[in-house]
Structures are given as structure tokens and as C-alpha cells.
């Protein structure tokens, strides 16, 4: 049973351009969660998602920032036009009772 | 709302004494709790959890927590440190009547001298 996906591993944008950031629950897991972490920081909330729904995304920047989750494929977490304060590690976790997470997605916004 | 606190932005200990970083929540419903560990450029690996049942959970390398009620804390400890415990902590609360979202502190940085 592999864990949580996520791909890819590091991902270099330029500013203003798009950052498509994936993830792939673990097998039988139908809830994601979409956490950032800035350098030396703990884990924000950003997105709580079920199979082609969104629960709770209170965490989530009112702008630019998109997550969905369809019915078939991975979950994905869209940024557009991203900007330097974007750069951050962005993990995916999928649960039962515990969460497990990802290795995190490592965005640089040059 | 739930919430996390972890009042230590840093614990420092010396390899083979007893190890605690604190947590306390708040929830409105029965508190499910977790520690993650994560270690440098890594993802968080689940620790241990404490949904019902004894107050204190045994978990993986080592780690233990005691859930206290009456406090509102789930402390995260172990008997023996190893230098390679350094690393961050997360302590984590889901509202067990509300659903699967789960918040996580804003961690503990250990540091474990040998």
C-alpha cells in the first residue's frame, strides 16, 4: 500500500507563472488536506477536500489559490500568477483517523 | 473552533535524560489527538494518537503521551533522549464530532546534545 504521493518533489517557478502541485491519497483514503509551511515555520491549514468536494477551505488565500480533488486522479493545488511569498513547502495529507502525509511539494518562486 | 498550543518554540536536552514538549488544546467535541515528527526536508511521520481509552499512549521509537482531560494537555515525553530525536514536533487535534479536519501546532523544535 503506498502512502501519500506527491509530485513533484521540487518545483521552480518564475513569477507569474502557474504551479500545479499533485497529490495522491493513500489507497481507500477519500479525505485530503492541503497544509503550507514557510522556512522554520509550523503547518497552516489551508484546504480540506473530499471526493469532488470542497469541505472546509477557510485556510486557503482568497486569490490565485485553487484545490480540487475530482472523482478520478490525484488532488491538485493550482497557484496562479504565484509571487516570491509563495515559495514554501506544501504537503498533502490523506486520512482515516491519523493523517499521513506526503514528502511535500518544495515550491521556489524566483 | 479547535486549536493547538505548543508553548515551546524550543526544548533543549541532554542525550539520556527524560524528554517532554507540551501541547494543549481546545475542542468543542472529544478531542482525537496526534504527534508528527518531521525531520529536515522531510514530511511529517505520525507518531502516535489518542482517540479513547488509557490515558497514556505508547507510540513509535520510544514515545509515549498522557492525555489529561482536566487540562486540556497531551504532553509528548520519553524516559531516555537519543541525539537522534532532534528534529520538529507536531501536536495535532481533530474534533471527534466534527469531522476529519485536523490542526497542528506550531511545533517544538528539539535539540538533543550528546
Known amino acids: 500500500n503506498a502512502g501519500v504521493m506527491q509530485n513533484p518533489r521540487h518545483l521552480v517557478r518564475r513569477r507569474g507563472q502557474e504551479a500545479r502541485l499533485r497529490c495522491s491519497p493513500m489507497?481507500?483514503?477519500?479525505?485530503v488536506y492541503w497544509y503550507r509551511q514557510l522556512p522554520e515555520e509550523g503547518l497552516k491549514f489551508m484546504v480540506y477536500?473530499?471526493?469532488?468536494?470542497?469541505?472546509?477551505e477557510s485556510g486557503m488565500p482568497k486569490e490565485r489559490f485553487s484545490a480540487e480533488f475530482p472523482k478520478e486522479g490525484p488532488s491538485i493545488l493550482r497557484i496562479q500568477q504565484v509571487v516570491r511569498g509563495d515559495s514554501a513547502a506544501y504537503f498533502c495529507?490523506?486520512?482515516?483517523?491519523?493523517?499521513?502525509f506526503g514528502q511535500g511539494t518544495r515550491l521556489t518562486v524566483v | 473552533a479547535q486549536s493547538v498550543a505548543q508553548p515551546e518554540d524550543q526544548v533543549n536536552v541532554a542525550e539520556g535524560n527524560p524528554l517532554t514538549v507540551k501541547c494543549t488544546y481546545s475542542?468543542?467535541?472529544?478531542?482525537?489527538l496526534f504527534w508528527y515528527v518531521q525531520y529536515p526536508n522531510r514530511g511529517l511521520q505520525f507518531l502516535l494518537k489518542?482517540?479513547?481509552?488509557?490515558?497514556l499512549v505508547k507510540g513509535s521509537y520510544g514515545f509515549e503521551a498522557e492525555f489529561n482531560k482536566s487540562q486540556t494537555s497531551f504532553h509528548l515525553k520519553k524516559p531516555s533522549a537519543l541525539v537522534s530525536d532532534s528534529a520538529l514536533y507536531f501536536c495535532?487535534?481533530?474534533?471527534?464530532?466534527?469531522?476529519?479536519?485536523?490542526?497542528f501546532g506550531a511545533g517544538t523544535r528539539l535539540f538533543v546534545k550528546a
Open positions: 495529507a490523506s486520512s482515516d483517523t491519523e493523517a499521513f
Open positions: 489507497k481507500g483514503h477519500s479525505h
Open positions: 477536500l473530499q471526493k469532488e468536494n470542497i469541505i472546509d
Open positions: 475542542v468543542s467535541g472529544n478531542p482525537y
Open positions: 489518542y482517540i479513547t481509552g488509557d490515558n
Open positions: 495535532a487535534v481533530r474534533d471527534g464530532a466534527g469531522g476529519f479536519k485536523t490542526i
